[in-house]
């Protein structure tokens, strides 16, 4: 028998924090009175913290509920049924506490029980954010150095960096990163919070090989400077979540295994349930959770711009989000 569910699916943004939460005062602006109090990571200074973006936009694919284990080497979904599929990709913006519900479309899911989840979606996510400060931070300009491009606020221009900070041109996308005390490659706008006028940035999840010197060992999936993988790395194989397990690769458009940072534009999500999904005829809404607040980070760095170690705000970065998968 086929169930009739509803076309939209609620996407949600679970509130608990990271461990690299900012660190705030008392008006809610981040801490930098202490400079090495910008970022605390399991109670050690850093150079960056974590947030929940004001506007996170995806597209996605494909959602689907499967019978057999979607994340297989050669990519096989023929046991998954669709609740999206999409070639053209149907984007969605995630704000916090509240998200506008995912188009879908009508979507038929047969009774039964299903041990498995799959996401497909655009490696290309775009955040839009505003954040302020308990002192002048120093941010985009279009000279590269520039003493007056500073505020207590900075918001995000349109800016297209890489999760493992890759600067380059690929075969169909120009990223920047900023570095030293250039300010032309720097991916947020400071000023005065009246000012205030961001626009969407985009990170690139183009690899998953996320060590700063590229060592994440020579698996399957890499490319021939031995710095990109389509796949996690060992310890990140079946990486427990809320209500199971998850798997992460990198695909192509065609939805095969990408084999270069130039050719990667999906992200595959895979999910193994604990104890499958059972669809009946009183299973009314599929809800997907996205776990954001540790995952978008606020990035900084010092230089010499004004005489002295200024901090400079380089960018908000996505680091991997957390889907979690549920049924009512």
Not at 117 to 143: M, P, W
């Amino acid at each position: 028998m086929n169930i009739k569910y509803l076309a939209i699916i609620p996407l949600l943004i679970i509130s608990n924090l990271s461990e690299a939460a900012c660190t705030r005062d008392g008006s809610g602006d981040i801490d930098l009175t202490d400079q090495a109090n910008m970022a605390v990571d399991s109670g050690t200074a850093g150079d960056q913290c974590s947030e929940i973006p004001d506007f996170y936009k995806v597209t996605f694919y494909k959602i689907a509920v499967c019978t057999e284990n979607p994340y297989n080497s050669t990519n096989d979904f023929s046991s998954c049924k669709y609740i999206l599929n999409d070639d053209s990709g149907v984007p969605n913006v995630m704000t916090y506490p509240n998200s506008a519900p995912l188009e879908t479309g009508d979507f038929r899911i047969p009774s039964g029980s299903y041990g498995y989840a799959l996401l497909i979606l655009d490696n290309q996510i775009y955040l839009k954010h505003t954040e302020t400060f308990d002192l002048n931070v120093y941010g985009y300009s279009s000279d590269a150095e520039d003493t007056d491009a500073k505020g207590k606020a900075c918001w995000t221009n349109s800016q297209k960096t890489t999760i493992d900070n890759f600067t380059g041109t690929l075969n169909w996308v120009t990223t920047t990163e900023s570095a030293g005390s250039d300010q032309r490659k720097i991916g947020l706008v400071c000023g005065a919070i009246a000012n205030a006028a961001p626009v969407y940035a985009a990170e690139i999840i183009d690899n998953l090989c996320h060590d700063a010197d590229g060592s994440c060992g020579d698996t399957v999936g890499t490319d021939n400077d031995g710095k990109f993988h389509a796949i996690e790395q060992a310890d990140d194989i079946d990486n427990a979540q809320t209500g199971g397990t998850r798997n992460v690769k990198l695909l192509k458009t065609d939805e095969t295994t990408a084999t270069s940072r130039n050719n990667a534009r999906k992200i595959a999500y895979s999910i193994a349930f604990t104890d499958p999904l059972q669809v009946d005829a009183e299973s009314a809404r599929f809800n997907i959770a996205f776990n954001l607040s540790g995952s978008v980070s606020v990035d900084f760095a010092y230089s010499d711009v004004d005489g002295g170690d200024e901090i400079l705000i380089q960018k908000v970065g996505a680091d991997m989000f957390t889907a979690i998968f549920t049924l009512e």
